[in-house]
């Protein structure tokens, strides 16, 4: 059996977070009173009315539309993040969303830096070539991560041929367009409005060898954060008028994506840390509380080789509403499933299979250089279909 780690503290936030200044923004229909959608007010309401422990506002450097993120309004931005900057109650972390103009080949990624002034990178047009973006990243003197997101959306889909490892250690699974865990899944990105990208969900990256870890993340362009559309704080404004101004989009039925982060200090550097040892999970909607130790290494690691011995995932899972069921996930397969009834659960998953079995019913990953992988990572559902994920663990087959 595992416990919450007693060397860690989970902390809930949003690192994707629109503001008004993003010309996709429409929360003036939906915020609650006293709100008015600004960068400090985005802050405000995840700290104060979500309950979030950290979060990052995100708006685009580039649009469509060709609109660009300005100076005077990253300024506004940075501002915000220096105000609600307050470690160990709430952290601020200066960010947005690089875009460019070959969307369809690059996709979009949310690029956090651990620093209170940094520039505004490259973007849209004068970008050629996606190493632009890393060399510039590598050219700060402070830390910075690139976070890609809506991985399988058709308009934007995910390259993972050009994934980085050293600049993408975590990928955003699940947001307001749905859940991007796999191909067919049942909370995808309504296809009749956003249709997927065959080969770009989190199971065809992690088939080529990404090692990645997941988070979740919001992207609710509302000025909202914490799982939620719309507020409930709007007295004059009735469910089915919310209902209406919001069905301009066809959303995820669980809300909207959180990142959860075992860290060992609620800082920026703590946030990143946490993030580049995959020592994160993602959740749609809820705070949904879930742990591992796969052979007792803890989520996001690589492990030792395995051979026949049967490898051991001790997991604890806790909700807001009964956990339904609790999955292990091996090299893309479900292999083992247990059927709980609670608000809280910790069991073991065992897998017994050997590698000669293994590799019939889910073979190990190759990572084009010889080396043959296992992965393993936990989904855990409650009554109301929410879910929670681990960042996988992986191991080297034995030869």
């Known amino acids: 059996m595992v416990k919450q780690p007693e060397n860690y503290r989970l902390v809930w936030g949003d690192l994707h977070i629109h503001s008004y200044f993003s010309s996709c923004y429409w929360g003036e229909e ?36 060709g609109r660009m993120l300005v100076e005077d309004e990253w300024a506004e931005i940075l501002e915000a993040n220096r105000q609600y900057h307050e ?19 690059w996709g979009h990624r949310n690029t956090i830096f651990n620093h209170d002034e940094p520039p505004i990178l490259q973007s849209g047009a004068a970008v050629t070539d996606l190493s632009q973006l890393w060399q510039q990243l590598a050219d700060l003197p402070y830390a910075a991560l690139s976070i890609p997101h809506h991985l399988a959306r058709d308009a934007t889909p995910y390259d993972w041929s050009q994934h ?6 975590v990928v955003e699974m699940t947001s307001l367009w749905g859940n991007y865990e796999y191909q067919g899944n049942p909370h995808e990105c309504d296809p009749n409005w956003s249709p997927s990208a065959t080969g770009s969900f989190l199971q065809d990256g992690l088939a080529q060898a990404n090692h990645v870890g997941v988070i979740g993340g919001g992207d609710n362009h509302t000025g909202h ?27 995820n039925a669980l809300g909207t994506g959180l990142g959860g982060l075992y860290v060992t200090e609620l800082t920026r550097d703590g946030i990143f840390e946490a993030l580049r040892a995959r020592r994160c999970i993602a959740a749609s909607g809820r705070k949904i509380g879930l742990w591992t130790e796969t052979n007792g290494l803890p989520m996001g690691v690589e492990g030792p080789a395995i051979d026949d011995s049967p490898r051991t995932v001790a997991y604890s899972v806790s909700g807001n509403e009964r956990i339904k069921t609790v999955t292990l996930v091996r090299n893309g397969v479900d292999v083992k499933r247990f059927y709980a009834d609670d608000y809280y659960h910790e069991g073991v ?3 017994t299979d050997s590698l000669e079995r293994l590799q019939k ?4 990953v190759s990572d084009g250089n010889g080396e043959n992988w296992v992965y393993y990572y936990v989904r855990a559902v409650q009554e109301d279909g929410r879910t929670a994920w681990s960042s996988p663990v992986w191991f080297p087959v034995a030869s």
């Not at 980085?164 to 250690?169: G, L």
């Open 30 to 65: 939906t915020l609650p009173d006293g709100f008015d959608g600004s960068p400090a007010d985005c802050y405000r309401y995840a700290r104060d009315v979500a309950g979030m422990d950290f979060g990052a506002v995100t708006d685009h450097t580039w649009s469509g539309n």
């Open 87 to 105: 470690p160990d109650r709430f952290v601020s972390v200066p960010a947005y969303e690089w875009n460019a103009p070959k969307d369809r080949q």
């Open 164 to 169: 980085s490892a050293e600049w993408e250690p």
């Open 225 to 251: 954060a914490g799982g939620h559309y719309f507020d409930t704080q709007q007295p004059n404004v009735t469910n089915s008028q919310r209902l209406a101004r919001l069905s301009r989009f066809r959303m």
């Open 349 to 351: 998953l065992e897998d």
């Open 361 to 364: 019913i889910s073979p190990s």
